[in-house]
């Protein structure tokens, strides 16, 4: 085998562990649990046998409503993600573990020190998703009770990422342990900090939104963006917009990676690929989740309608509740009407127009046509990785890291083995500075 020179970027990759939305599909036989010990440890397992970043655990606060009855479609147990990744940290070496917490929701002095405590017990591999919320929905759970404005989201998130950071760097390199004080817009805090300070500082930071503030606040903030793109052209515009945020905030294009959510579907030929990329998508979007999909943007019960059948007239109905606990998608008139030019166009009925226009980003073909298309987004510069989302648990992983990343490799596009120990070092970013 002829090993390639490394290219000039490396590809980084990170695993989500399945279970939200319509991704997974549970009705296949080889599906497991999603709140069982054993499948977290296998899917992080074959993530780090693949020499993957890091391992990437989603957040629900609260169990998602659709026409004032829980959705029985969705998912319906949610573990807390620092209480799993702290377990996983005794059955892991290398790869990072990341926990999606919000920052609305929670206070800068407990999460801090869950977050290093997390980074001591793995020896560097702590991750945080950070993920904001204004809804009254989820807020109820809460003894604040969804008061947050949405204009204020995402300052009070900036502001809390800042007091983590300035509780973490309370300790020196050395040892010594300095009193914090606070006092800000959101918070007004001082003491001492427990944890001393971390193997590699302090955890990375994540940040997942495709907004205009959700861009601004990676471009400040982040270490890693997670995100989502359609094409390469798209993926490139994306990539331009947010690295060229940095530098008014003295950062250089490295420290922040750009990945974005994909899913991968393998075949011997690129026609078997196809196939079973197609099965998989009727299997996610059955009918009941078709007239689902339809309702949260029409914003009204549509269960009189055949999923096999044709579109409805009407217009959405503007600021609906019909779906609780769920982002209702943007201008939903606007959706509608692209969605009915889509099965006007080809023919489609409900279930056909939601399956072609509702997927995730995949790539579809044999191992070596998805290798050499990964390369090309990072070679393009529409990313510097990719979070793969499978969609089965816990085995969704393993024609992946069987297949295709031996392929990388080869082609000098990814590591063959961990360089380091902490997940600083495995995403190649600085560590901070340390303070005297």
Do not use: C
């Amino acid at each position: 085998m002829t090993v390639r020179r490394p290219s000039r970027k490396q590809i980084h990759l990170a695993a989500h562990f399945p279970g939200v939305n319509s991704t997974t599909v549970w009705a296949d036989p080889r599906s497991k649990s999603q709140i069982g010990f054993s499948s977290f440890e296998a899917l992080a397992r074959t993530a780090e046998r693949g020499l993957f970043d890091f391992f990437f655990l989603a957040e629900g606060l609260r169990l998602r409503e659709h026409k004032g009855r829980i959705h029985d479609l969705d998912v319906v147990g949610r573990p807390e993600s620092l209480t799993v990744l702290n377990a996983l940290a005794a059955v892991t070496e290398r790869i990072g573990l990341a926990a999606t917490v919000n920052a609305t929701f929670n206070e800068p002095y407990e999460l801090a020190r869950r977050l290093a405590t997390l980074d001591h017990l793995s020896a560097g591999r702590a991750a945080w998703n950070v993920v904001t919320s204004s809804d009254a929905f989820t807020g109820e759970n809460f003894r604040r009770g969804g008061y947050l404005d949405r204009a204020d989201r995402y300052t009070r998130a900036a502001e809390f990422v800042a007091v983590a950071r300035e509780l973490w760097d309370s300790w020196t390199p050395d040892g010594l342990s300095r009193p914090f004080a606070h006092r800000g817009q959101h918070f007004d805090i001082a003491g001492e900090f427990t944890v001393p300070r971390s193997p590699q500082g302090r955890p990375v930071v994540i940040q997942a939104g495709d907004s205009g503030e959700g861009r601004e606040f990676a471009a400040r903030t982040a270490d890693v963006i997670f995100t989502r793109h359609g094409t390469l052209e798209d993926g490139r515009a994306f990539y331009a917009d947010v690295k060229g945020r940095l530098a008014k905030y003295g950062r250089g294009a490295d420290d922040l990676k750009i990945m974005p959510g994909v899913s991968v579907v393998l075949g011997d030929t690129a026609a078997e690929a196809q196939e079973r990329a197609a099965e998989i998508r009727r299997q996610q979007v059955s009918p009941q989740n078709a007239i689902l999909a339809l309702e949260q943007i029409w914003g009204t019960d549509l269960s009189s309608y055949d999923p096999d059948g044709p579109f409805p007239d009407s217009d959405p109905v503007p600021e609906s509740s019909i779906t609780q606990g769920r982002t209702r998608r943007g201008d939903t008139v606007a959706m509608a009407e692209k969605w009915r030019a889509l099965s006007r166009e080809k023919g489609l009925s409900i279930r056909q127009t939601v399956i072609e226009a509702s997927g995730r980003q995949s790539f579809i073909g044999t191992p070596e046509a998805v290798a050499a298309e990964l390369e090309t987004f990072v070679r393009q510069d529409a990313a510097d990785g990719f979070i793969l989302v499978p969609h089965l648990t816990p085995g969704g992983l393993d024609e992946f890291v069987d297949r295709v990343v031996p392929l990388l490799q080869e082609r000098g596009a990814f590591r063959t083995e961990y360089r380091g120990t902490t997940l600083r070092s495995h995403l190649g970013l600085p560590g901070p500075a340390g303070k005297g």
